[in-house]
C-alpha cells in the first residue's frame, strides 16, 4: 500500500502517537462486502496511522441504520431506530476523523450529507471546559470520483467540520479523479493487467501523504497542549453570563 517514500517517513519518524486514536468514516454508497473504492484511497492514511502506533477504527456509514434528523438519537423523535449513538461514542473517543466520500453530481454522496447533520446534532454538547465537544479533535477528508469536484467537495466537508468546532490542519483533504465520463475508479485493475488505476499518481499518493501526518502533528501539539485554551469560546461560561473581570479559576 504504501510506497518507498511513504514507508521511510513512517520508519524515520521519532513522535510517539501511539495515545491518539483515529476513526476514519467511509461514505460509500456501497454496503458491505462490496468493494469500495474510497475505501482503497481510505488505506494510504489508514496504513501511515497503524505504522506509527495509532489506534484505528474504520466504520461504513452505509452499513448502519443512521436516521435523517439533526437531533442525536432520532428515536427520541419518531425514528423506529437509530444506530447514530453508537457511532457518535467512536467520533468522540477520537483525536482524529477522517472523512471519505465519493463525488457525485459534482457533490459529496447523501451518506456524507447525513453524516455531517448528524455530527451537528452533537454541536450543543461541550467539554469539560465547556467548549463545544470537537474541540481538541482534529479532521481531514478523502474524496474520490471520476468526474471534476475533489476541491467543491473537500470545500464544503472541511468547512462544515471546522464550523462544528474540529481543527482543520494545513493540507488536510486529498483525491483521486479520473478522466470525465465512465472510465475505471480509484483501485481497479489497469486493462493492461499493470498494477492498479490510481495507485501511481503521485499527487494524489502526495497529498494523502501530506494530510496524514499534518493531522497527526496537530492532534500531537493539541493533546500536548491540553486541547484549545477556553479563554473566550466557552459556551456554558457564556451562558452562565458571568463577568469577564470576574475570578473564574474554570480559565486555563
Not at 34 to 59: A, C, M, W
Not at 142 to 148: A, K, L, P, S, Y
Amino acid at each position: 500500500m504504501l510506497d518507498d517514500i511513504q514507508e521511510r517517513l513512517c520508519a524515520e519518524n521519532r513522535t510517539d502517537f501511539s495515545d491518539l486514536r483515529a476513526l476514519t468514516i467511509n461514505c460509500t454508497l456501497k454496503p458491505s462486502p462490496e468493494g469500495s473504492h474510497t475505501d482503497k484511497l481510505l488505506g494510504i492514511p489508514e496504513t501511515i496511522l497503524v505504522r506509527n502506533g495509532v489506534d484505528l477504527e474504520q466504520v461504513r456509514l452505509v452499513d448502519h441504520d443512521i436516521a435523517p434528523g439533526v437531533y442525536p438519537d432520532m428515536t427520541d423523535h419518531g425514528a423506529e431506530r437509530d444506530d447514530w449513538p453508537e457511532i457518535w461514542k467512536k467520533v468522540k473517543a477520537a483525536d482524529i476523523l477522517i472523512v471519505g466520500t465519493p463525488i457525485w453530481l459534482g457533490e459529496k454522496s447523501s451518506v456524507c450529507q447525513r453524516l455531517i447533520e448528524r455530527l451537528y446534532a452533537q454541536s450543543g454538547e461541550t467539554n469539560d471546559k465547556g467548549q463545544y465537544a470537537f474541540y481538541g479533535k482534529v479532521a481531514g477528508c478523502i474524496v474520490t470520483g471520476n468526474e471534476d469536484g475533489i476541491k467543491h467537495v473537500g470545500m464544503g466537508l472541511l468547512y462544515s467540520l471546522q464550523h462544528v468546532g474540529y481543527t482543520i490542519p494545513p493540507q488536510a483533504d486529498a483525491g483521486w479523479i479520473g478522466e470525465a465520463g465512465p472510465g475505471p475508479s480509484y483501485g481497479d485493475a489497469k486493462e493492461d493487467g499493470d498494477g492498479y488505476v490510481g495507485f501511481d499518481n503521485d499527487f494524489t499518493r502526495r497529498n494523502a501523504t501530506f494530510a496524514t501526518w499534518n493531522l497527526l502533528h496537530m492532534a500531537r501539539m493539541l493533546k500536548d497542549a491540553g486541547g484549545i485554551p477556553c479563554h473566550g469560546n466557552s459556551v456554558d461560561l457564556w451562558n452562565e453570563g458571568r463577568r469577564f473581570d470576574a475570578p473564574n479559576p474554570d480559565y486555563r
